[in-house]
């Protein structure tokens, strides 16, 4: 178990250094794609509980998240009325897709959604904005 700890982070801690290295869209990408597969994970878990999660309202909420932060990350100013227009639209697609996917939508697999995009898309999302603060 060590031993594959100290393999992946041989090759990980480069990887890493050499996105934030390469610039400012190459590492929301990076972040993307570890988001996608933070979500993926936190899907199959929720399964192993028999938690009935949409995997593609949570990739959608967590793709939002990161072009939001990315957005946020080029010095744009969001107006609290475009926030909470995007807020509106993303909301009505999480409903919309909650509804035809599941036959009854219950507030505990709503709950576990969003919460899973709150959780690691906005946890790990804030190091989007995080490479841009000066030294």
């Known amino acids: 178990m060590l031993k594959q700890r100290i393999i992946s982070a ?13 610039g400012q869209n190459w590492w929301a ?3 993307a794609v570890l988001i996608g597969i933070g ?18 309202v949570l990739l959608l909420g967590g793709l939002f998240v990161v072009g939001l932060l990315f957005y946020l990350s080029h010095g744009n100013i969001l107006m609290p009325g475009v926030f909470l ?4 639209a993303w909301a009505v697609i999480f409903l919309f897709m909650a509804h035809k996917f599941y036959q009854e939508q219950t507030m ?10 709150i959780y690691i898309a906005c946890g790990m999302g804030i190091l989007i904005l995080l490479r841009d603060i000066e030294p």
């Not at 227009?85 to 509106?88: A, H, K, N, Q, T």
């Not at 505990?108 to 995009?117: D, L, N």
């Open 85 to 88: 227009g995007l807020g509106c």
């Open 108 to 117: 505990s697999t709503a709950f576990a959604t969003v919460f899973g995009i």
């Open 39 to 56: 979500l993926n994970e936190y899907y199959q878990l929720c399964a192993k509980r028999n938690t009935s999660l949409s995997f593609p």
């Open 29 to 31: 990408l990076l972040l």
């Open 10 to 22: 041989c090759i990980g801690i480069p990887v890493l250094l050499l996105f934030a290295w390469l």
